[in-house]
């Protein structure tokens, strides 16, 4: 899943108003945020493969460490009790372990069976709602609109930055989503690794957003 993540970021706000968008967002991002990491450090590994599914071009039979259910557990609980001993907000930790682990779920959905129980389990799993294009966009859009809508609704902008880096996002993720789904296939796992890094760059940039809206009410 792409941009039913950025979804969970955006709907965050409404549950802990007190966090800014930046860590908001990077909670349900990241273990695709680590995964080029791991990647590049070569403790995961991916392959090209066209067809692998009906949306993914890749074959994902190696990311124990990012996308086990056991270690997204595990970078639930590090990412929220770091985010607590920074701020002693408690709400907010508690729902950024839910957005943590909120990325393991929709890929659950999304994934065919490549997501390990944890490192080294013989069983993979996914529903495999990757296999539809169709029901992937549905889904996927739906949880967009009403991220993104909830967002809108739980802030305002302070001034014109605030509107504008909002809407700029919003365009930017669709347009990089059209261009994963119906683009050609990346290529090459160099590509992949490196371009994966500058996912990063959505943290920041969700931060300057927040920096620039409050909370209504
Ligand atoms: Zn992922």
């Known amino acids: 899943m792409f941009i039913g993540h950025f979804a969970v970021g955006f709907a965050s706000k409404r549950a802990a108003p007190r966090a800014s968008l930046g860590v908001l967002m990077a909670a349900p991002l990241f273990l ?9 450090a070569g403790v995961e590994s991916v392959r090209i493969e066209p067809g692998n599914t009906a949306v993914t071009p890749l074959d994902l039979h190696d990311y124990p460490w990012s996308h086990s259910l056991a270690t997204s557990l595990a970078w639930s609980a590090v990412f929220a009790a770091a985010f607590w001993a920074a701020t002693r907000y408690a709400r907010g930790a508690i729902v950024l372990a839910v957005g943590v682990f909120s990325h393991f779920v929709l890929d659950f959905v999304t994934h065919r069976p ?41 802030t305002r902008a302070i001034n014109r930055r605030g509107a504008v880096a909002l809407w700029t996002l919003v365009g930017f993720l669709l347009l990089f989503y059209a261009a994963n789904m119906f683009g050609p296939p990346p290529p090459s796992v160099d590509v992949i690794k490196y371009g994966g890094l500058t996912g990063w760059l959505f943290v920041p940039w969700a931060w300057w957003i927040d920096r620039n809206r409050v909370t209504r009410g």
Not at 32 to 40: C, K, Q, S, V
Not at 118 to 128: E, F, K, N, Q, T
């Open 32 to 40: 695709d945020l680590l995964w080029p990491i791991f990647l590049i």
């Open 114 to 154: 490549d997501l390990p129980l944890y490192p080294g389990s013989p069983i993979s799993v996914g529903l495999g709602l990757w296999n539809s294009r169709p029901a992937t966009l549905a889904v996927e859009c739906a949880l967009f609109v009403v991220g993104v809508a909830i967002y809108a609704r739980t």
